[in-house]
């Protein structure tokens, strides 16, 4: 279920194409664990033939699960792309792979969602972190001691703030 265009249904027009892909289709490697991508990828995109190669534009939307990176409260992130445009080439060196008059989007779709991965997500630029809690000693915990700490802590920052 990759994202894919057939070159042969481009000849007559142009192709809308709309939906959602699973994540696990794109195969991300965010190489974070602060950050998750567990939701689909939404696209909305046009693609057309030019003599040169296949223009695609449009729209792609995924939301990430983060943690703060000072707090480790979760986060929602949006990553857009909108709007998005690739080029790709159907001739010389750089050409893109055909099979079966298909080309596939994935690829290219991949590396571009990756540049735009928030790198220290924040769930406020304000955030001042936790309270007697260093984030690197709590992100040495495994597991659930680690999502333990990260609530009590949050606890005690809500005291704090009901005191003042
Ligand atoms: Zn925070």
């Known amino acids: 279920m990759a994202l894919t265009v057939n070159l042969r249904h481009l000849e007559a027009h142009n192709i809308r194409l709309s939906g959602e892909m699973p994540v696990s289709e794109l195969d991300l490697d965010t190489r974070d664990e602060l950050i998750q991508a567990r939701r689909p990828l939404e696209y909305d995109l046009e693609a057309q033939k ?3 190669g296949l223009l695609v534009q449009g729209k792609l939307r995924l ?3 983060c943690e703060c990176v000072r707090c480790l409260k979760p986060v929602e992130y949006v990553l857009e792309l909108a709007p998005w445009t690739c080029l790709l080439p159907l001739q010389g060196e750089e050409r893109v792979a055909v099979v079966n008059d298909v080309v596939d989007l994935t690829p290219t779709i991949r590396e571009d969602i990756l540049l735009e991965f928030p790198q220290h ?3 406020d630029p304000e955030c001042s ?3 007697n809690l ?3 000693k709590a992100k040495k915990n495994s597991g659930a001691g680690k999502t ?3 609530t009590s802590a949050w606890a005690e920052l809500n ?3 009901f005191n003042n």
Do not use: H, I, T
């Open 50 to 52: 030019l003599e040169e």
């Open 63 to 65: 939301v990430l699960d």
């Open 121 to 123: 997500p924040l769930c």
């Open 129 to 131: 972190g936790l309270p």
């Open 134 to 136: 260093s984030v690197g």
């Open 148 to 150: 333990e700490a990260g």
């Open 159 to 161: 005291k704090l703030k």
